[in-house]
């Protein structure tokens, strides 16, 4: 199994500020995956972060609000731009390893005031 | 589109007693997932279901896949407090990404 860190593990922001959060993994990977889980809400996925290029959204995310870089086999980073209330929430990192299960970060919690 | 559907939403149960969890999905899958997710914490994975018929179980946990009928089950035996998490089951179709559904939020009363 994949062993994956994630930075920070919690941040308390202010609104229209931004943060990056960063995902790093053990082993290369083709495919990273940034899901949000908003408040007693289920995993929402936002984008698939492919190395060597653009990240694919969601319907409903954009890259304005949420660009994401992946510059190697094993990093990734998603920001939350101009941040507001409504973006409060976990925002977890995946890795699928070849195609049999997935494996997450611990995520980021963050609060927007 | 895949949606993935996962009833009850809530399930408080007495230790002891056995339940139920079901996950329906929409479309054609080609894997099945169950993971638990305790409070303030990330997801654990619990079981991966690949073909019809395929049956896992570790522990107390049960879980099942039939592929016709678009359904997966995580059946509880016999529950304990330490049981207490919220279960999410996950579907894939054709591709790495996952649909999750709505979460199960169990509480095994003492």
């Known amino acids: 199994s994949a062993v994956i860190s994630q930075k920070p593990s919690r941040d308390i922001c202010q609104r229209g500020t931004s943060l990056t959060i960063q995902c790093q993994v053990d082993s290369q990977v083709t495919m990273m ?22 990240a694919t959204y969601e319907s409903g995310f954009v890259i304005d609000k949420f660009p994401i870089s992946r510059p190697n086999l094993t990093f990734s ?9 409504e973006d409060s929430s976990i925002y977890l990192c995946s890795v699928d390893q070849v195609g049999t299960e997935a494996f997450f970060g611990q995520g980021t919690r963050l609060t927007v005031v | 589109e895949l949606k993935v559907e996962q009833n009850p939403l809530f399930l408080s149960m ?5 339940y139920t969890i079901y996950c ?26 690949l073909s019809n018929g395929a ?3 570790e522990g107390r946990l049960m879980a099942s896949l039939d592929t016709k009928a678009r359904l997966s089950t995580l059946h509880i035996t016999a ?14 179709s054709g591709t790495y990404k996952y649909i999750f559904g709505t979460g199960t939020r169990l509480k095994v009363l003492a």
């Open chain 1, 33 to 54: 995956f940034w899901y949000r889980q908003q408040p007693g809400q289920s995993l929402t996925l936002i984008a698939t972060a492919n190395q060597g290029s653009e």
């Open chain 1, 77 to 85: 980073t998603l920001t939350v731009s101009n941040m507001s209330p």
């Open chain 2, 14 to 18: 007495q230790e002891g007693k056995n």
């Open chain 2, 24 to 49: 329906n999905y929409s479309t054609t899958s080609d894997r099945l997932y169950w993971y638990r997710q305790d409070p303030g914490k990330s997801l654990e994975s619990l079981f991966v279901l």
């Open chain 2, 55 to 57: 049956v896992k179980q």
């Open chain 2, 79 to 92: 529950a304990v407090h330490d049981l207490s998490a919220t279960y999410f089951c996950a579907a894939t």
